[in-house]
């Protein structure tokens, strides 16, 4: 079947809709309460992974292509164990070659970097950091890997200037290449 996924940041849930003549909700799965899931990625038709934008957690879910049905299999925080600040994770990028999540972090002011396994179980890595921002709502929002997956190119809004880093596709290392200003 073809389905409609929406995150619903105000009820915490995640809407499944089969996708006819019109729209059909199927299904849902329900977060806890000040989770809001903000923007989900798909890795293939059984995987998916999305942001938490109030809890700042990252998870995988698998998704039952029959029922529209949706299965939690991991959540862990985007967060780096020793930040106490407010965060807000924005965008969400999965690697062209599958085997790594990015987020970035508003807030913590990082993209940080997660490995998956082969049951979806996620890992952080790493995390470079961005401009400070003095509010999440003004940091970085978003970013983009190039058609090869080799660059990650992301829009530094507190600095005005767009940074360029090198993607290592065995490991997920970014490493910084350039930057210039907007």
């Not at 849930?13 to 989900?40: C, G, I, M």
């Not at 049951?119 to 003004?138: E, F, N, W």
Request: aromatic content about 10%.
């Amino acid at each position: 079947g073809k389905y409609l996924l929406v995150c619903d940041k105000g009820t915490d849930t995640v809407l499944v809709y089969s996708v006819t003549e019109k729209l059909n909700l199927v299904n849902s799965y329900k977060f806890p309460d000040e989770s809001a899931p903000r923007h989900l990625v798909f890795a293939d038709n059984k995987h998916l992974y999305l942001n938490l934008e109030i809890s700042s957690e990252l998870a995988s879910m698998e998704f039952d292509t029959k029922t529209g049905g949706l299965t939690l299999l991991d959540k862990i925080s985007t967060l780096d164990n020793s930040y106490r600040g407010h965060n807000e994770p924005a965008e969400i990028r999965l690697h062209p070659n599958g085997r790594f999540i990015y987020v970035n972090n508003r807030g913590e002011d990082t993209i940080a970097w997660y490995s998956i396994d082969e049951k979806a179980k996620l890992t952080r890595i790493g995390a470079v950091k961005l401009a400070k921002s003095i509010h999440p709502g003004l940091a970085s929002r978003s970013f983009a890997f190039d058609s090869t997956g080799q660059y990650l190119v992301s829009a530094d809004r507190p600095d005005n200037k767009v940074k360029v880093y090198n993607v290592n596709a065995d490991t997920g290392v970014l490493d910084f290449v350039s930057d210039f200003t907007l």
